[in-house]
């Protein structure tokens, strides 16, 4: 690694999912079922809409980057020390589609968070699934 730039490490989850991508993007884009599944929020499909993620633990700033209905959807993920960007992409399967996640913007002193991220990440997308499931 060079000493000019700081490397910075990312968490990619990926999931095939047996729904298709507009199903799956309500899950990510509706605050009521963003809370379901993953926290409390006011999130609105903008792009540069900000929003709030809370949790008991306290709250994440975060705007909306990029939004491309039913294929990316990215914003920052702030607090706590850590300022980061999670991406979802949406790619249409056979079968219903595939989901990535990926947070990126660990820096290498904030291991707790990345190895956190790392464990929370898949049991999130559980959630989602689970969320998924229940939508008519």
């Not at 884009?29 to 006011?42: A, G, R, S, Y």
């Not at 900000?50 to 294929?71: H, K, M, N, T």
Request: contains cysteine; negative net charge; charged residues 25%.
């Amino acid at each position: 690694m060079s000493q000019a730039s700081v490397e910075t490490l990312s968490v990619v989850v990926e999931r095939e999912i047996a729904y298709p991508p507009e199903r799956i993007w309500r899950a990510l884009t509706q605050p009521h079922l963003i809370e379901e599944w993953l926290m409390k929020n006011d999130f609105q499909p903008v792009l540069g809409g900000r929003f709030e993620l809370r949790a008991e633990w306290g709250s994440l700033a975060c705007e909306v980057l990029e939004i491309e209905p039913y294929r990316t959807l990215s914003y920052t993920w702030n607090g706590l020390g850590l300022e980061s960007v999670v991406t979802w992409t949406l790619t249409p399967t056979s079968t219903g589609a595939r989901l990535r996640m990926e947070q990126s913007g660990f820096r290498p002193e904030q291991r707790q968070a990345y190895v956190g991220a790392q464990a929370g990440w898949p049991r999130l997308l559980a959630e989602l699934e689970q969320v998924l499931a229940r939508l008519d």
